[in-house]
């Protein structure tokens, strides 16, 4: 599509594909109306991001459910987070929110760690983890972990990671964070490696 660029982070299929990527639309630029047969989740990095539904600035998170559709564009331009064919096929609970605008909890087990809530299911939680600067996280997701970097800068081990860095972790996994003086927000999914199978083989049924 012109005017639309990709990065795949991780991609299994070819013109169907369950797939993980950083996509930035230029100005004025547009999809064709289309159908999100296995699921589309995604965060709005820079800009806005726009279809018949609304308009999502930066910080926006929206879940569109299997079998949803839309005309994607953007007339200022936008980068955006996005995930697809990454859901459980009988889900069709839509999902609008801006993290912007949602408060944020402190996390017991961690001094200097905050916790938005984004969304929850029997097979995964996503979240954003607000860390300050010079903080230590250390935890064992079940199922596999995935974050990706909003704000900020982080280690994970030996692993240096910046603003639009993306992590992910399989499962039986720890992950140990640390911040420097920057602090870091990130995007985290946690419990959903354990479906990847299945994922991949329904993209492969229809492709």
């Given amino acids: ?13 070819e013109e169907v594909a369950r797939a993980t990527s950083i996509v930035r639309y230029a100005p004025g630029s547009h999809f064709s109306p289309h159908v999100h047969t296995g699921g589309e989740e995604f965060v709005v990095l820079e800009g806005v991001f726009q279809d018949e539904h609304g308009d999502y600035p930066v910080g926006s998170y929206v879940r569109n459910p299997p079998q949803s559709s839309h005309t994607p564009g953007s ?3 936008c980068v955006i987070l996005v995930k697809l064919w990454q859901f459980q096929p009988e889900d069709r609970t839509p999902v609008r929110l801006n993290i912007n605008e949602l408060a944020s909890a402190a996390n017991p087990d961690e001094t200097g760690v905050s916790v938005i809530p984004l969304f929850k299911d029997t097979h995964e939680q996503v979240s954003v983890i607000k860390m300050r600067p010079h903080t230590n996280m250390q935890f064992h997701p079940e199922g596999g972990a995935e974050l990706f970097v909003l704000q900020g800068s982080l280690q994970e081990q030996q692993d240096s990671l910046v603003k639009y860095s993306w992590l992910r972790a399989p499962i039986d996994y ?4 640390k911040t420097d003086e920057l602090g870091a927000e990130i995007w985290l999914k946690t419990g959903h490696l354990t479906d990847v199978n299945q994922q991949i083989k329904r993209v492969m049924e229809v492709s």
């Fill in 1 to 13: 599509m012109v005017g639309v660029a990709r990065r795949p982070l991780d991609r299994v299929g």
């Fill in 174 to 177: 720890s992950l140990c964070l």
């Fill in 75 to 77: 007339e200022a331009g």
